[in-house]
């Protein structure tokens, strides 16, 4: 079998066509294999081998992207058997044939009829055969071969990342990794230089720089600095064919941040500052702002300041504004210009958070002075004491001076001061004040037991601007006089037993009185003196504000006396002393012999009868017994005897209730039994009286019906029939029974129900031979015979 390659086409591919047709010339040259020969070596005996097979094959290689206008020529098949004479046909299945490649069936030459791309599929694997043509078995087995895309620099380098976003932080050393960039080539990396990359800086120099094999980048300078440049753009190139004249390349932008680190020390802007402050700042109030500069941002531009020295350190306070990074100056005690009117600071800045590595150049903090100066205000004037507390007493007339309130211009002008009473609230309208004096006096007379304190507020102005106003709370407390007398500390029932023994405490009292103690704490008690000595009882002083009663003989007895009256007489010990007079009421009671109460005069009554507590309750249960068997009895008597059938309908619908008792024997109009017994009885049809009937009945004496020959069934259908027309019956069947026993036989009937109205010849006295067992009957019947007789 002989292969021929393709020709070369691209002169830059002469060294691989060269190769290839060496490699072709080599081993798939003409090679003629004789089949079932014996090949004979010396020294060994004839061996038979198995037939070669005609066909050498190897790899074809096609150019991707070949864009001429004819067939791309890729080799060419030939078979041993091929003598030339067009007898051999040849066949290519597998990928693409008759579609990418197609052969000539004669010559065996393949061609690609398709621009191919390696990068979207790289060989195609195919079949060959050679068959004969005029029987088309085949020559030789079917043999397998592949057909390679060759690759060409058609895929220029990119950055599949791109652009990169990437900070470094500033003062960083020269050779600082930065990032490392990577791009990528879809020609063959195994076959030539076409996805060889290599890297290089278009822009960012001097700054940074790239390695060309590696894609990593670095800085380039030594201590770059943020406060000078943060941003910086840098473009990288990656170009194929190791980079030489005509690779294809690709670029990416790196886009490179320098994040910030705290080399910079913060710096007052000036050396010297200087603050006016009004002498009526408040305390607490914010009174300035200071800030040091400091190029770092973050946290590296924290500071913290303080007041290091200077006169001024007891009276203002500095803190920090953590958002805006300023000083705030703050006031700590109230200022005053007439004592002093200026102040100087010393404040530093100092930053809060700092890199060792950079300690050189510090320190990293700044020192500035404040001089603040204390303006002039005209102030309100200013009262001598922060409040006031005055006394006077109660009672006291009209116009009682009890106190003054003294108020000065702060100012150097020491102008004229008016006073006056802010007349808000009612307790102010109890006083007045001179208005240049201050002094307080009384505008009504106080009651200390009503209100012992009074809060007002005095106001003070300058009479050349009255708009300065302060104010000062005074305080008037109101001094007791014993204006008040004592008094029982509560209403006392005293009880005194009648079994009472002469000199036993049977109450102790106590008093009280409004005023304080000074005037009122002290009480003395005793009888009344204008009243002659009381044979009953007497009052003992405790000595301890309170005294006791005792009697003053053996007995008492309330159907004598059940009540006494005992006047009382207190005084205090106030100056001068007041007293009062106070009655207590003295009951009489039985009591037991612990001293228990047991009864007042309340019941005597009861106890004058002989009755005790529990005869009387014993006597009501018993009366409230009896009233509830009468109500009872009569209940039971008034009560009806309930129904047994309480509804008026019956779930049987068929049931009529009649609350009627009948007439009794006079009822001569009652239901006739004798129309039931016989149907010969009924000599007229009698209808119900309480309804009117509104059809007439049939006749009673039909023509061809007689009493002897009635017939019994034709006498129920024409009750059936009346009933059917009758509309006063209700609409519905009802059960009606008829009690008739058929025509009178020759024997007579043993019903007892004719007994009464007919009259037997019947002779019962044989009755008595049958026997004790009807001796009953035979008296019986024996007894009526007589009767009948008689």
């Known amino acids: 079998m002989r292969i021929t390659s393709t020709s070369c086409i691209c002169p830059v591919l002469v060294c691989l066509c060269f190769v290839q047709r060496c490699y072709g010339a080599a081993h ?132 599949t990342d791109g652009p990169y976003i990437v900070t470094v932080p500033e003062m960083s050393e020269m050779g600082t990794s930065v990032l490392q960039v990577t791009a990528t080539d879809a020609d063959d990396p195994t076959y030539g230089n076409s996805a060889r990359v290599v890297y290089s800086i278009l822009q960012g120099q001097p700054y940074f720089s790239v390695d060309p094999k590696t894609g990593v980048i670095r800085t380039a300078l030594h201590n ?51 603050l006016y402050v009004p002498e009526s700042a408040q305390v607490g109030s914010a009174v300035g702002k200071i800030k040091a500069n400091d190029a770092d941002t973050g946290s590296n531009a924290d500071m913290k300041y303080t007041i290091i020295n200077g006169d001024g350190a007891g009276v203002f306070s500095i803190s920090t504004d953590k958002e805006t990074r300023e000083g705030i100056l703050s006031l700590k005690k109230p200022l005053n210009y007439e004592k002093k009117k200026s102040y100087t600071l010393n404040i530093e800045g100092a930053n ?67 006073y006056f009473i802010d007349h808000n609230t009612e307790e102010d309208r109890y006083f007045t004040i001179d208005a240049s004096t201050g002094t ?18 005095v106001a003070a102005s300058e009479i050349d601007n009255p708009e300065l106003v302060s104010h000062v709370p005074v305080g008037v407390r109101i001094l007791d006089v014993n204006d008040n007398p004592p008094e029982l500390a509560r209403d006392y029932d005293v009880v005194v037993c009648e079994n009472t023994k002469p000199g036993q405490v049977i109450q102790t009292i106590a008093a009280t009185d409004k005023d304080n103690s000074a005037n009122g704490a002290r009480f003395h008690f005793s009888l009344d003196e ?74 005597a009554f009861l106890s004058s009868a002989g009755l005790s507590t529990g005869a009387l309750i014993a006597i009501l249960l018993c009366i409230v017994i009896l009233l509830a068997i009468v109500i009872l009895f009569i209940t039971l008597r008034r009560s009806k005897k309930e129904p047994l059938i309480i509804s008026e309908e019956d779930v049987r619908e068929n049931v009529v209730t009649y609350d009627d008792e009948g007439g009794g024997e006079e009822d001569t109009e009652a239901f006739d039994i004798t129309a039931l017994r016989n149907p010969s009885a009924a000599e007229e049809l009698k209808y119900r009286r309480d309804v009117r009937p509104e059809v007439k009945p049939l006749s009673r004496h039909h023509p061809s019906l007689s009493l002897d020959s009635i017939d019994v069934q034709e006498f129920l259908n024409q009750r059936l029939a009346e009933a059917d027309l009758d509309p006063s019956v209700p609409p519905y069947d009802s059960l009606q029974t008829y009690a008739y026993e058929g025509h009178r036989s020759e024997a007579g009937s043993i019903s007892s129900l004719d007994s009464a109205t007919t009259h037997s010849d019947q002779d019962y006295n044989y009755l008595g031979d049958w026997g004790p067992e009807f001796k009953k009957l035979a008296e019986l019947y024996g007894e009526i015979e007589p009767e009948r007789t008689t």
């Open 352 to 418: 809060t958070h700092l890199d060792f590595r950079f300690s050189h150049l510090g320190p990293f903090k700044d020192v500035t002075m404040l001089k603040v100066i204390v303006g002039d205000v005209d102030e309100p004037p200013l009262f001598t004491m922060p409040s006031y507390v005055m006394e006077v007493y109660e009672n006291a007339k009209i116009g009682t001076p009890i106190g003054t309130v003294t108020a000065h211009d702060p100012d150097a002008a020491n102008s004229l001061v008016r």
């Open 440 to 457: 307080i006096k009384t505008a009504k007379i106080f009651d200390r037991e009503e209100i012992p304190w009074y809060n007002i507020t």
């Open 530 to 603: 204008g009243l002659s000595l009381n044979p009953n009882f007497t009052l003992r002083n405790n000595e301890d504000n309170t005294a006791s009663i005792l009697t003053r003989r053996r007995r008492y007895s309330r159907s004598t006396q059940d009540i006494y009256y005992l006047p009382v007489l207190i005084s205090d010990g106030g100056v001068p002393p007041l007293s009062s007079s106070s009655t207590l009421t003295i009951r009489v009671c039985a009591c037991e012999r612990d001293g228990r109460v047991r009864t007042c005069h309340a019941e």
């Open 224 to 274: 770059m600095d943020r406060e000078a440049r943060e941003h910086y753009s840098v473009v990288i190139q990656a170009k194929d064919m190791a980079g030489q004249v005509g690779g294809l390349s690709g670029s990416t932008t790196v886009n490179i941040t320098l994040t910030d680190v705290n080399d910079n020390p913060p710096r007052f802007p000036q050396k010297h500052y200087q």
């Open 28 to 159: 798939h040259g003409s090679i003629k294999v004789t089949r079932n020969q014996t090949k004979h070596i010396e020294g060994e005996t004839e061996v038979h081998h198995r037939p070669k097979r005609g066909w050498v094959w190897n790899q074809f290689f096609v150019l991707e992207e070949h864009m001429g206008p004819d067939p791309q020529y890729v080799g060419k098949l030939h078979s041993n058997s091929d003598k030339g004479d067009g007898s051999v046909k040849y066949i290519l299945t597998g990928e693409g044939a008759g579609t990418i490649f197609i052969i000539d069936d004669t010559t065996g030459d393949i061609h690609s009829t398709k621009s191919l791309d390696r990068e979207q599929k790289t060989h195609y694997v195919l079949h060959a055969q050679a068959i004969d043509r005029r029987t088309n078995k085949p020559l030789e087995p079917e043999s397998e071969f592949i057909i390679k895309v060759q690759d060409i620099n058609d895929n220029a380098p990119k950055f």
